[in-house]
């Protein structure tokens, strides 16, 4: 039971590490603590049902076009909302963002309905037999998607001229604005990579807890307590706090009492900026700079 | 031939006035330095001209073209790269991620690879900690670093902003031995931002003396260094012995 409880725990935490990952990406860039980020995956839920049921599109068809959808989505996001009120505090920022939240929300129900939905799935569901423990195939199917992502994520940061430049503005916005880096269209780019994430988690997500317009609430709260282990600025930082809450929060289910599940979550940051306030990896770097 | 050339530029930050009316000239292959002390607007002056603060009145003529106002991007796409006050490397980006973020306007892989592989050479520091972190440098590093940076942009007009600030004299003599060569072999033009008025002089062609937004003395290194005036104006009063 252990195993299971463990593994199942790395599979819901690789999806919040995915979500938390977005958040870092657009506060480090933006001072935006975009609270809509889990909204953006939500729709990609939606769109999901809509591309595989309505239109009859294939699976790997769907996820395309979801991604593509979310993709924009975030471009569209920052273009339209947050590019004219760039300059403003970090609480007008964050204010839209609670405005794009409701938006979504409403816009999906609206359109969608507010009960929740089933979301059809890609893989055999019986479990494998793994040496007495018995492994869900949807778990291994998420791990193996968040890994990818997470390789091409790696990839773009490290190896393209686009992602390298992200970064340099993360580090430096007046420098690299200086060096000729045209710093709002790499503004509008992590919007981008920030729906691109969401549109792999709004369909990776949806066959575990049905789609509904709130159905990316609480998610959203863990990924961005997740974000705090990282100070808001360590992506490590950020995958590891996500991990840890995604099997602490089962071992607390599965031994004590499910009640307690989504609690764990709290106490886990509660005491984390009780004794660590500045986060708990990956931080240190930027406070010598 | 005159490559850039400004003309009775004025600026201002909201109601403070930063430069009054001003005019300077950097000919082809020259080593032109400004001098001053803290506040005289010799930083703000780059910033005009690297596209960063657009000047409130006056021209800045660029190989013949009127280029105030101009946006840092097309700047550097056109010859002018600037190696800030500060280094203000990227530290959480690797050395050779820095130079090709210096590149970042270029279209030209193969060329960009040529750049790389020059400035490495010429700072061989860099080619061993090429894929270190740029904040794991040393300062002197750090300034070669900012230098190549400015390098792979392929610049005809080099601008540095106090490159010498807080370094040790014989990491200074090393830097000021490189941009001697890139000027001697490449004809690289340098606008260089000073304190250290000595070093200054003793590499460049000619020279302007800044004074509260406004232009006090210029003329060629040799006329600076004998000019008394320049000394009071830099310190407020005359120096005893040069």
């Known amino acids: 039971m252990l195993g299971q409880l463990i593994l199942s725990g790395i599979a819901t935490g690789s999806l919040y590490a995915l979500t938390a990952i977005a958040v870092v990406l657009v506060f480090r860039n933006t001072r935006t603590i975009n609270l809509a980020q889990g909204d953006f995956a939500m729709v990609g839920a939606f769109l999901g049902i809509y591309f595989l049921k309505q239109l009859g599109f294939s699976y790997y068809t769907t996820v395309l076009l979801v991604v593509a959808s979310t993709t924009l989505l975030g471009v569209a996001v920052e273009w339209l909302i947050m590019r004219p ?21 409403g816009v999906m129900g609206w359109i969608w309905g507010r009960d929740t939905k089933a979301f059809p799935v890609n893989f055999d569901p019986t479990p494998i037999d793994l040496g007495g423990a018995l492994i869900s195939m949807g778990h291994l199917y998420n791990i193996g998607w968040a890994l990818a992502i997470g390789v091409v994520l790696y990839w773009f940061f490290n190896h393209t001229k686009q992602g390298i430049a992200m970064r340099a503005v993360t580090d430096d916005p007046e420098i690299a604005h200086l060096m000729g880096i045209p710093v709002k ?28 317009p709130e159905m990316m609430d609480e998610v959203l709260v863990k990924a961005y307590v997740a ?7 360590s992506i490590r930082g950020a995958v590891i706090g996500a991990l840890m809450i995604g099997v602490a929060e089962n071992l607390a289910g599965g031994y004590l009492d499910s009640s307690l599940k989504t609690s764990t979550a709290f106490i ?11 986060g ?9 700079i | 031939m005159t490559l850039l050339k400004i003309n009775q530029m004025e600026a201002s930050y909201g109601a403070i006035t930063a430069l009054r009316g001003i005019s300077i000239e950097v000919p082809e292959r020259s080593i032109v330095t400004l001098l001053g002390a803290n506040g005289a607007g010799k930083s703000t002056t780059l910033k005009c001209i690297s596209g960063v603060v657009a000047p409130r009145s006056g021209s800045i003529e660029w190989q013949g073209k009127e280029i105030a106002g101009r946006s840092p991007n097309w700047v550097t796409r056109n010859g002018i790269a600037q190696v800030p006050e500060g280094r203000r490397i990227f530290k959480d980006l690797t050395v ?29 520091l ?14 002197g590093e750090q300034q070669m670093l900012a230098i190549g940076r400015g390098l792979m942009a392929r610049p005809v007009l080099l601008m540095l902003d106090e490159p010498s600030l807080g370094l040790a004299p014989i990491v200074i003599s090393d830097i000021f031995e490189k941009l001697l060569k890139l000027n001697e072999e490449r004809g690289l033009a340098l606008l260089i931002v000073e304190q250290n008025m000595k070093l200054a002089l003793k590499v460049s062609h000619y020279g302007y003396v800044m004074q509260l937004g406004q232009v006090m003395v210029e003329g060629t290194a040799e006329e600076l260094r004998e000019d008394k005036k320049v000394y009071e104006s830099y310190l407020g009063a005359p120096e005893k012995s040069p």
């Open chain 2, 96 to 124: 050779s991620e820095n130079l090709i973020m210096g590149a970042y306007t270029r279209k030209n892989k193969d060329e960009i690879n040529e750049d790389l592989e020059q400035v490495l050479e010429l700072f061989p």
């Open chain 1, 227 to 233: 974000a705090v282990f990282g100070g808001l600025y």
């Open chain 1, 280 to 288: 708990l990896i990956g931080v240190q770097k930027r406070r010598e």
């Open chain 1, 185 to 212: 269209f790499i503004v509008m780019l992590t919007w981008g990579v920030a729906g691109f994430i969401a549109g792999f988690v709004g369909i990776l997500i949806a066959p575990i807890i049905y789609v509904s």
């Open chain 1, 268 to 278: 886990m940051i509660v005491v984390l900026l009780a004794f660590r306030p500045q």
């Open chain 2, 126 to 139: 860099l080619k061993e900690r090429s894929s270190q972190l740029g904040g794991s440098l040393s300062g």
């Open chain 1, 85 to 105: 009120i760039a300059k403003s505090d970090w609480l007008t920022l964050f204010t839209a963002t609670i405005g794009v939240f409701y938006i979504l929300t």
